[in-house]
């Protein structure tokens, strides 16, 4: 099975993808992945107290931290905040960033929403990106498009496990800067 958060990495850069599954990397927590946590942590432990209303779910159920699995789509993941109303369901992930919502943010949560909806058996509609550091929310339609996207790159994914040759680098360099693999790119600096 894929993981979510390979998906997101991978639409980052394929290389991320590479290196955590065909040559098994694990690099050390950097300062900002720490720092990730802790925020997260301190979000779960507030949310509780905060209103729905914001995502414009004024009666749903919150479950953190969830794991949720299929092994038809084959892909598992674990979810920072699931919203559960009684005709829909609303997935969030929490950002500890001041940049702006990414395409790979995007996936994520389109992964999450399919994943919920096979689940929980309701609509996803909307996903939610939370950014911890400036208090802000972004919402993130999700339409077939988005679905789509999702789709098709998780078979690329699974065709590049397969052949398992060394992929072209993002074209975004400026993502190879703070890179915990950018060592192992001898083509990119």
């Not at 925020?39 to 931290?65: C, D, I, N």
């Not at 500890?96 to 919920?116: M, P, V």
Request: net charge negative; charged share 25%; glycine share 6%.
């Amino acid at each position: 099975m894929l993981t979510v958060g390979e998906l997101k990495q991978y639409i980052y850069c394929p290389r991320i993808f590479y290196f955590m599954t065909i040559q098994p990397m694990r690099p050390p927590m950097t300062h900002l992945m720490e720092r990730g946590r802790q925020l997260q942590e301190e979000f779960e432990r507030l949310e509780p107290r905060r209103v729905l209303s914001r995502y414009g779910f004024e009666e749903a159920r919150r479950e953190f931290s969830i794991t949720l699995s299929d092994h038809e789509v084959g892909l598992t993941g674990q979810l920072d905040l699931l919203l559960e109303a009684a005709d829909r369901i609303a997935v969030v992930e929490f950002k500890a960033s001041a940049a702006a919502l990414a395409e790979n943010h995007r996936f994520q949560l389109a992964a999450y929403a399919l994943l919920g909806e096979r689940i929980y058996q309701k609509p996803c509609p909307l996903g939610f990106a939370v950014f911890v550091d400036r208090n802000e929310l972004e919402e993130v339609p999700i339409g077939n498009d988005l679905r789509q996207a999702v789709g098709g790159t998780l078979s690329e994914m699974r065709t590049l496990l397969r052949a398992q040759e060394f992929p072209a680098a993002t074209p975004a360099r400026a993502r190879c800067t703070n890179c915990e693999f950018r060592n192992f790119c001898g083509d990119v600096f």
